[in-house]
Nanobody, 121 residues
Framework: QLQLVESGGGLVQPGESLRLSCTASGFTLGNYAIGWFRQAPGKERDLISCISKTDNSTKYANSVKGRFTISRDNAKNTVDLQMSSLKPEDTAVYFC??????????????WGQGTQVTVSS
């Protein structure tokens, strides 16, 4: 059973930064593409960034491009999402997910439970 665990969420003020981590239980993250999704109240869950398993190439949604950075540390078996210049509209539950390819265009197979990020003054 693939288990993903997110950590690092919290309450920050607009303009501040936060770093989320995705770790795995029982499997190696380096063998999967990893995505970060978010879901705000009343909205759909959207992919905001992903990193491939082959060459660590990355993709970002336009809403976070230039502010968020996804990275993989295979030695630690983690995939992090560094979030900078946070805005109130970034408030959401953030999930990491694993699958074979980094794509915006099909469902992902394995999910974590999510971590809350709140951006508010």
């Amino acid at each position: 059973q693939l288990q993903l665990v997110e950590s690092g969420g919290g309450l920050v003020q607009p303009g501040e930064s936060l770093r989320l981590s995705c770790t795995a239980s029982g499997f190696t993250l380096g063998n999967y593409a990893i995505g970060w999704f978010r879901q705000a109240p009343g909205k759909e869950r959207d992919l905001i960034s992903c990193i491939s398993k082959t060459d660590n190439s990355t993709k970002y949604a336009n809403s976070v491009k230039g502010r968020f950075t996804i990275s993989r540390d295979n030695a630690k078996n983690t995939v992090d999402l560094q979030m900078s210049s946070l805005k109130p509209e970034d408030t959401a539950v953030y999930f990491c997910a694993a699958d074979e390819i980094c794509t915006f265009y099909r469902p992902w197979g394995y999910w974590g439970q999510g971590t809350q990020v709140t951006v508010s003054s």
